[in-house]
């Protein structure tokens, strides 16, 4: 399997020392699963490529924001990379350490960037000047000084998908080079509760060759040095996320591969290497599993209609993403169909004309590849409960969240009666 701790057991599929069809049965369908093992693991092989070297390693918190996930890589002493205030809430009330949060994002508001000057985070990624003012006055007001990382937009083309690109100029994220030197031009005198401290470049999603990131590192670290002859000396710097996993026969970069490119252009400079990797951390480390209502027999194609849809993963509608899907039980023959789930919507799809073990009503299938913008993008449409996840850890699982209810659903809107 292309998931480390999803494997075959005999006729079955188990993540670790869980069978995909014992937690269908105790926790219900669809449902989220996902391996502890790999998490931590991933989480290790970034601490063990930069040892020995000042680093500071960032988990994307939007790939995956549950608490419990969020746990785990606080546990591993893991610095977040968090968008909104929801997400540092989530870090908060994960135990995660707040002073090693970073906050990146086009549209902080004033109460997210208040929350976040109280938390102490690390910096602010920042990403125009009005936002830089707003958060001047923000830490003027509460008496404290803010630090911020300038988001330098280096124009390098990641070769992804356009949707998950961010680091061309024509993308809204990020300040140019001459726009971030002239902000640091007497900084010190303009911002009194600002200290620059870093400089982040992130340049897109699923990028699976380490090139783009030599040449957006090698742009900024020019730019470093401009600076520094201007004056302005920074201690971090911040290549942001968007390592590759594999989905279908991709062959991404390693950590190791990345760092070997990356690390010596960064420690020239003598500054303190910082990521913010989310998809490669925990992307692989989940599957969402899913029942078979029925399989439907139309005169040109199968359709296997299953009971997880687009509102559990946007992923192939949004992106038109590949994910591989797996029978939890062999069968002897295939069929070829489409996998498609119940909302009203012809994007409503997983897979389209894939040949796949011929279920029937009540198997079970594995949407592979399912934890990073998976449960994190899902929605309601069509009033559908948001799915369950349960955490594998060796033989042992637990719920991490429990299926949602239309009590749960209705809530917000009973209240205003
Ligand atoms: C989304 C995001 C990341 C994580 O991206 P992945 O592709 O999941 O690694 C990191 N940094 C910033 C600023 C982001 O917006």
Do not use: W
Not at 114 to 133: H, N, R, T
Not at 145 to 166: F, G, K, Q, S
Not at 208 to 230: D, G, H, W
Not at 257 to 275: A, D, N, R, Y
């Amino acid at each position: 399997m292309k998931q480390e701790y999803f494997e075959r057991k005999g006729n079955a599929l188990y993540c670790e020392g869980v069978g995909l069809r014992e937690a269908a049965e105790k926790f219900g369908t669809p449902l989220f699963i996902y391996s502890a093992a790999h998490i931590k693991e991933r989480y290790r092989n970034f601490e063990e490529a930069l040892k020995g070297y000042p680093h500071h390693i960032c988990y994307a918190v939007k790939a995956c924001s549950n608490i419990h996930i969020l746990e785990l890589f606080a546990h591993e002493g893991s610095g977040f990379d968090i968008v909104s205030g929801g997400e540092l809430q989530r870090v908060k009330e994960a135990g995660g350490d707040t002073k090693k949060c970073v906050y990146a994002g086009v549209g902080k508001s004033a109460e997210e960037i208040e929350s976040a000057v109280k938390a102490e985070i690390l910096y602010f990624g920042v990403e125009s000047v009005p936002e830089l003012e707003r958060i001047n006055a923000i830490a003027a007001k509460l008496g404290r000084v803010a630090r911020i990382a300038l988001r330098v937009n280096p124009d390098v083309d990641a070769h992804t998908h356009d949707y998950i690109t961010t680091g061309k100029s024509e993308n809204k994220f990020g300040l140019t080079a001459d726009k971030a030197e002239e902000i640091l031009k007497g900084f010190s005198e303009k911002y009194k509760n600002l200290k620059a401290v870093g400089l982040q470049v992130h340049i897109g999603s699923q990028i699976t060759e380490t090139k783009p990131y030599k040449t957006a590192v090698l742009k900024a670290a020019e730019f470093v040095l401009k600076l520094r002859s201007q004056g302005t000396e920074l201690k971090y710097f911040d290549i942001g996320g968007g390592l590759a996993i594999v989905y279908k026969d991709e062959d991404p970069a390693t950590p190791a591969e990345l760092v070997k490119e990356v690390l010596p252009i960064i420690s020239e400079l003598g500054m303190t290497f910082v990521c913010e990797m989310g998809r490669y951390m925990v992307g692989n480390a989940a599957m969402l599993v899913t029942k078979v209502e029925y399989v439907k027999e139309n005169p040109d194609k199968t359709f296997v209609i299953v009971d997880a849809a687009m509102n559990d993963l946007i992923r192939p509608a949004l992106y038109e993403a590949y994910h591989e899907i797996a029978a939890v039980e062999d069968k002897a023959e295939t069929f070829v169909c489409d996998v498609v789930g119940p909302v009203c919507e012809s994007a409503d799809f997983f897979r389209k004309d894939m040949t796949l073990p011929k279920v029937g009503e009540g198997d079970l299938l594995a949407v592979c590849s399912a934890g990073a913008y998976g449960f994190t993008m899902s929605s309601n449409y069509n009033s559908r409960n948001r799915a369950a996840e349960v955490l594998v850890e060796g033989d042992e699982m637990t719920l991490i969240r429990r299926r949602e209810t239309y009590e749960d659903q209705l809530n917000c809107e009973k209240t205003c009666r």
